[in-house]
T-cell receptor
């Protein structure tokens, strides 16, 4: 089945620094990937849709200058949290849709802690 | 506005009991998916339902999609401690709008 690899799984960074999270589709091409944020014991909140070769589409209330998304190839999307602050600490998850099948495949998530 | 209302949000039961999780919306979805998520992991797809009235079974789990494709349910028979986790329903609107709308999730705890 389709596999999405997300790295790193955990990252701790200092306040004010930037952190990059990678999301790769391993055995299929993904023209569209999605980035979610999840708080403890809560559901996933869509942050943005990452489109290969074009600008990401951000959901209302998500700062595009803070959460930079790049989707330079059909298998890789990156999310960069710029000038991170403690309130950015969260679980970030990416997903991709394999157009040959129904359903979305999710990465294993990245636990970001900003200290 | 929550497009997908999922209930209950929390459920704690004893091993061997049955349970049902509901997912309701006023919108029509081209497909509806159920996921299970464990702490620190990404959601794992359990099933996708696409046809109104469809029923799918996965061992002790039974999934239904409403005739109007606006609601769905997940029924677990004889729950086991291994069923513990966060269950999420998510709907896809169809067309070229490949985007999932998630319910709030149901945190299920099955006590031995």
């Amino acid at each position: 089945g389709a596999v999405v690899s997300q790295h790193p799984s955990r990252v701790i960074c200092k306040s004010g620094t930037s952190v990059k999270i990678e999301c790769r589709s391993l055995d299929f091409q993904a023209t569209t990937m999605f980035w979610y944020r999840q708080f403890p014991k809560k559901s996933l909140m869509l942050m943005a849709t990452s489109n290969e070769g074009s600008k990401a589409t951000y959901e209302q209330g998500v700062e595009k200058d803070k959460f930079l998304i790049n989707h330079a190839s059909l298998t890789l999307s990156t999310l960069t949290v710029t000038s991170a602050h403690p309130e950015d600490s969260s679980f970030y998850i990416c997903s991709a849709r394999d157009l040959t099948a129904y359903g979305y495949t999710f990465g294993s998530g990245t636990r970001l802690t900003v200290v | 506005t929550q497009l997908l209302e999922q209930s209950p949000q929390f459920l704690s039961i004893q091993e061997g009991e049955n349970l049902t999780v509901y997912c309701n919306s006023s919108s029509v979805f081209s497909s509806l998916q159920w996921y299970r998520q464990e702490p620190g992991e990404g959601p794992v797809l359990l099933v996708t339902v696409v046809t109104g009235g469809e029923v799918k079974k996965l061992k002790r789990l039974t999934f239904q999609f409403g005739d109007a494709r606006k609601d769905s349910s997940l029924h677990i028979t004889a729950a086991q401690p291994g069923d513990t986790g966060l269950y999420l329903c998510a709907g896809e609107r169809g067309g070229s709008n490949y985007k999932l709308t998630f319910g709030k999730g149901t945190l299920l705890t099955v006590n031995p």
